[in-house]
């Protein structure tokens, strides 16, 4: 196993290392961000890591969501990468939930944290409210077009943050869902780590008419 992480090993020392093999967590949601995610956090060291999705992999997923490959048509998005992850990183449980997030919560898993990889309001709303019963911190994150969101929750309400409506998002190019992907997993990672995380402050990315990056943060108001 040392042999393995010895590149993260080197940057937090064996420790902190045991330590990740300790947690657990949930990423809720195995399409494009999931599939990034799992990816991101498969191969860290994370003891187990459950992923729930009740979707099918379908032609037009393909492009945005790294998991999947042409022929896994009709496959579940949540089983492909657990699998994925599992053979990946021998060290890593990785355990599939085929089924929508409600039907997961009342399986009462408990986790160190949670991940959002969905992609509608309402799921996230529950997701909230599940945490704060739980006392438990999630990393939310959205892409859409060429920009993304990304928060780390503990004490905000994701509803006063948020109007929860039905709105179906735009296009989205893939490199933004990594992109997205990728920091939610570095907030992930550092905070499973014992690392420091900037808590409930939102951080929108976006590129502007010029092509630049642009980060814009906001303090989110506390329960």
Request: proline share 2%; net charge negative; aromatic share 10%.
């Amino acid at each position: 196993m040392i042999k393995y992480f010895n590149r993260q090993i080197q940057l937090w020392g064996e420790e902190t290392q045991e330590l990740l093999q300790t947690k657990k967590i949930v990423i809720v949601g195995a399409g494009g961000l999931g599939s990034s995610l799992a990816f991101a956090l498969g191969a860290s060291g994370i003891g187990e890591i459950h992923i729930v999705d009740f979707d099918e992999v379908s032609l037009h997923n393909i492009h945005r969501q790294i998991a999947f490959k042409m022929g896994d048509e009709g496959k579940n998005k949540a089983l492909i990468n657990a699998e994925i992850i599992e053979q990946r990183c021998p060290y890593v449980k990785s355990i599939a939930h085929e089924c929508n997030f409600d039907e997961f919560s009342k399986k009462n898993i408990e986790v160190d944290l949670i991940i959002d990889a969905t992609d509608n309001l309402q799921t996230r709303a529950e997701i909230d409210n599940y945490a704060k019963s739980k006392n438990r911190p999630w990393v939310y994150g959205s892409v859409e077009a060429f920009h993304g969101q990304v928060c780390f929750f503990e004490s905000s309400l994701f509803t006063d943050a948020f109007k929860i409506t039905s709105q179906t998002p735009a296009g989205i190019a893939a490199p933004i869902v990594m992109h997205i992907a990728s920091l939610q997993a570095n907030l992930a990672l550092r905070y499973l780590a014992g690392l420091s995380v900037q808590k409930d402050k939102l951080y929108y990315l976006f590129f502007n008419n010029e092509g630049e990056l642009v980060t814009q943060k906001f303090g989110l108001p506390k329960c």
